[in-house]
């Protein structure tokens, strides 16, 4: 049904006394009123049917500027819920959140043990994520939102493109989880993507309109926000830092004609440090126990140390395109950002000119969440627009 230019108004005029309550209340009519110039008698009609909706409802009485009190307004975060997601090469992590975005319940769930019961078949998320609403005991109807990071390419709802995630290979993603939660919309957007809209919200980006976030884990990627926007490229590609190429990649690796996992990633990943650390010592099985080992082993001391320099290499073609205000670092390798920038820092030094931020994420483990929470809360809050 096409929608009337009175009837927009009204819903932009509500979506914008929503998006103050949200943010700012709670506050009056009146305030509500001068803050977004619009009449009293207005906000009050709007008032009223949102009152009647539930997603405000009145807390008591405060006092206005001239010392009369008014009722106050406030949002109402638990009308509904949004459920969040970060899937990537070893762990499946789920949050439900208000619709204010306050983190009420979460689950870590190991891939492995979830391949060694059976369950990661792409039909098999649904029924993991219906279980964990269920346990918390929230009926799967009033969620509103379903945004999810995965650690992959993402085209009309399918997993084009993950090399930590065979079984999801081309799998319709999205419309499996729209089977399960038919009243919800639903979100799916590249991991590193969403982690950085996480940081640029709550974390290390705050306040920053250009920043770049790098994940370091399992596998490595990079997320851009230009302007305050998030940048993907013309084929979401962009970010893919996995593929940079900082040397002679065949002559280092013989024998090697082409890794799915990228040329960088073949030697800066997490699973490609393990790799190499448990040839030395089949000890080294966690990055943990890698870094720990840092300046005590030898062999450990150098595999770090090169890959500290391919490292810096990567942030100097970064700063060389980009120029960001910031790098954030991220992942299961990045929360190890100090002893990284010991090598790292001389590498940048010797082949930029000026100078890099680099700070580490204030978010890890939960960037890709907080990612996820933010673009639930944008899609869902989002008013038409008048043109």
Partial sequence: MKIGRPQLIDEVNKGQILKLLREEGPISRAEIARRLGLSRPTVSTHIRELIK?????????????????????????????FLAG???????RFAISDLCGEILHEKVLSLNELREKNMMQPE?????????????????????????????IIEEGKLIFAPNLPEWSHAPIKSLIETGF??????????????????????????????????????IGAGIIIDEKLYEGANKFAGEIAYMVLDNHHDKYPGVEYTPLGALEWVVSGIKIIEKAKSINPKYN???????????????????????????????NIVSVLDPE??????????????????????????????????????????????????????????????
């Fill in 53 to 81: 909706e539930g997603l405000v409802y009145e807390i008591g009485k405060g006092k206005s500027n001239k010392g009369r009190k008014g009722i106050l307004l406030k949002y109402n975060a638990k009308y509904g819920y």
């Fill in 86 to 92: 970060d899937i990537e090469g070893s762990i499946m």
């Fill in 182 to 219: 038919p009243g919800a919309s639903i979100i799916m957007e590249n991991d590193v993507n969403m982690a950085v809209m996480g940081e640029f919200w709550k974390g290390a980006g705050k306040g920053h309109k250009n920043i770049v976030y790098m994940n370091l884990s399992t596998g």
């Fill in 124 to 152: 098999k998320l649904v029924e993991i994520m219906r279980t964990f609403v269920n346990e918390n005991k929230i009926n799967p109807e009033n969620i509103k939102v379903i945004s999810i990071g995965i650690a992959g």
């Fill in 286 to 316: 966690l990055i943990e126990k890698i870094f720990e080992d840092y300046n005590k082993v030898y062999e450990i001391t150098e595999l770090i140390n090169k890959v500290s320099e391919y490292l810096a290499k990567a942030v100097v």
């Fill in 326 to 387: 910031v790098i954030i670092v991220g992942g299961i390798v990045g929360k190890f950002l100090n002893i990284l920038m010991s090598k790292m820092q001389p590498v940048i030094e010797y082949y930029l000119p000026i100078p890099v931020k680099i700070i580490p994420s204030a978010l890890y483990p939960k960037t890709v969440i907080y990612g996820a929470i933010y673009k639930a809360i944008n899609h869902y809050h989002t008013k038409p627009v008048i043109v």
